[in-house]
């Protein structure tokens, strides 16, 4: 296959498909579709603190987060996801004891969230924004359903300079560019967290947990995408190390007028 047709097909690539929550689980851990597994969620709100509180997931997956969250710091949670199969199979796969403690949603992320405003005193997202074009249009909504002095917490992926990425459909965020987007939807207080280096250490456990799950996913999925995702991985090492690609946690705040 020549270059320019495997980047097509890797563009027409949806992974977000119940067939690939096997492949999730094996590479992440269990119900999640991102890097770090349960270290990386207490990372995400190493300085925070959250227990107790009523949160939005925005993109919550298959729950993983927003199950660890309610569990451990006995927070209220509600998950909100543009595919209404991840909502079925989180709510299919809530533990028993916290189904008092967690509900999720499906939306069109063309329409707005589904709550009354000054809903939430925590809106957060793991490793989805990347995602999302109109960041304007997501943290105008964010903004509305936080409580006054409500936080916004964000792990995500930025660049040192605004581009889209080859080989993925991501959209590419400065820290310039991400801080006029929460300045001018009304967050203030924004802070920015280099956590690289754990990422970086996060993507090297997972290339260990491909290769250790790599008879299984060859024959569940085809050897293909096993080179896919393990090249994927690798270039995002490379990546890191070369500061093109920061993971980065950004706190904000609802500013109170
Ligand atoms: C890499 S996964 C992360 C899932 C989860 N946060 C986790 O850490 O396990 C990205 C998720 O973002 C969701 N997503 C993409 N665009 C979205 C949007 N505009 N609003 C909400 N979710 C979105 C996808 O459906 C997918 O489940």
């Not at 989805?128 to 409580?147: E, M, R």
């Not at 002095?149 to 930025?158: E, H, T």
Request: charged fraction near 20%; include cysteine.
């Amino acid at each position: 296959m020549n270059v320019k047709n495997k980047k097509q097909k890797l563009h027409d690539f949806d992974p977000y498909q119940p067939n690939n929550i096997p492949l999730y689980e094996a590479i992440y851990g269990k119900n999640l579709i991102s890097l770090g597994g349960l270290a990386a969620i207490d990372n995400m709100f190493s300085d925070l603190n959250i227990r107790g509180l009523k949160a939005l997931d925005i993109g919550f997956g298959i729950g993983g987060v927003a199950f660890y969250l309610a569990e451990k710091y006995k927070m209220k949670v509600t998950g909100i996801e543009i595919h209404p199969w991840m909502v079925e199979y989180a709510r299919t796969h809530t533990p028993v004891g916290l189904l008092n403690s967690l509900e999720f949603h499906t939306y069109n992320s063309n329409g707005s969230f589904p709550y009354d405003h000054e809903t939430f005193d925590l809106v957060y997202s793991k490793g989805v924004l990347n995602h999302v074009a109109d960041k304007v249009g997501l943290f105008k909504q964010a903004n509305t359903v936080l409580k006054p002095n409500g936080l916004f917490v964000i792990a995500d992926w930025i660049f040192p300079i605004a581009a889209t990425e080859n080989l993925a459909p991501l959209v590419c965020e400065t820290k310039e560019s991400y801080e006029q987007a929460l300045l001018n939807t009304g967050f203030s207080e924004i802070s920015f967290r280099d956590d690289s280096k754990l990422f970086l250490n996060y993507a090297k456990e997972l290339l260990t947990q491909l290769s250790n799950n790599q008879t299984f996913i060859k024959q569940k999925y085809g050897e293909e995408l096993f080179l896919i995702i393990q090249k994927q991985h690798e270039d995002l090492i490379e990546k890191i190390q070369q500061h093109q690609k920061i993971a980065t946690r950004i706190v904000s705040k609802k500013t109170s007028y």
